[in-house]
């Protein structure tokens, strides 16, 4: 391993900041968090257990992307004609063609023209950031970041602003790849993250079908409103069907059987997150409660306007009461208010009714004295959590996009909650915001994978 050290240290000395800069860019399909530098990719590599010479095969392919072709010759005492050649052979090349693609139309644009262009993208990008951008593969970057870089039509519509070549190269690779890229890199990832059920960082998700994921989607309200005075102002939750179906979607093809129940009034909801407790999930890694319906602090209503504790929904998969789940991780996202404070007006719903101000509610108030539990809030307590009439609420829309666009990095589900709380906060409406809260028991790191699709509905 010391020669191979040495080797490594001295083909990154061969190359320049650029193309350092380069395979970063390159890498970032299946390098978890995105390493920084060749140098960490490599211990990154490493650390995930592939072999010497894997690392020296991969580090072979990004000269070739490179065109270092003199350093393939002289670290590898290959051509550039050979290296062409093994990598037409299936599944020897690692980078995916999407990536490619990037890359090639990053090259296409000169910094010198780019400058000339950045602004292009100012609707999408913050000036902020765009201001720091010096060249194609930044803007990539942050339109990565905001989920628009796998959208064929946006690049191509971007690309009348540019090079001629650079709409043309698009359209090569759409005809050539009917198949939307957004699952190229599952295809060809060098860190397929094969975590092994021994792991003492990552919980083991290698099951087939991972689990189940519960839907809980109260959309109508009305026997709430005719059982009590105190609910009159309980509407009926527009929008929500948006959230099922984005819900439905992401954990079904992140391995999840789906599995949806709608309008349960108070003890309807009890009763089914009970039942799902007494599964037997001895063949599966995880288990998934979503529930969206209005709420207060610690408590989620049924659409009879009936309190349901939070606490008493996460507590039926204790160890004791659902122990084909001890040790796997147990998830509950909860689309609710906390509370009827405004985190500081677009024309906005919230989930809540008749909220107060005189509970106070902790971590142990909510979930289980015990490992292996990971609650997912929309918002801190006290406070409400909005849902827009149109396009689905707040949190769950973040949630869903940001699950998707950095599955395949590798980053973990805290991770992934981090980035959803940084976009509520940055991408609120002009007078009021909304901060999501995990609370979490989790004992390792939980990094989804996705899995042939088990879509079903009930």
Known sequence: MDNQNSKLLSIINDLSSDESRDVNFLCKDFVPKGASEMKDIFMVLKKHGYTDQEITDFVAELLYYLKRFDL???HFKTSKDEMEKKLRIPKVAKITPFRLLLYELGELVPDSEFMKIRSVFSEDIPNAKLDKATNMMDVFIELEKKSLLHNLEYMKNKSEHFVKDFKKKLLEYEQNNPVADEDQGEKTQLLSEDYSEASE??????SEVHGICLIINNFNFEKARQNSPECETMKNRTGTEKDKKSLSEVFSKLGFRVEVKND???NEIFETVRSY??????????FICCIMSHGNKGFVYGTDGQCVSIKKLTSCFCRSSCRSLDGKPKLFFIQACQGSETQKCVPAESDACNASNDTNVTKGDLIPGEPDFLLGMATVLHCLAFRDPNEGSWYIQSLCKELIANYQRGE????ILTKVNRQLSENCAPDRTQMPQPWTTLSKKLVFKNQPAHFVTN
């Open 72 to 74: 393939l010759k002289k």
């Open 201 to 206: 960082e990552f919980y083991n998700m290698s």
């Open 264 to 266: 349960l009034d108070g």
């Open 277 to 286: 407790s007494m599964k037997n999930y001895e063949n599966n890694d995880c």
């Open 412 to 415: 973990d589900i805290l991770s």
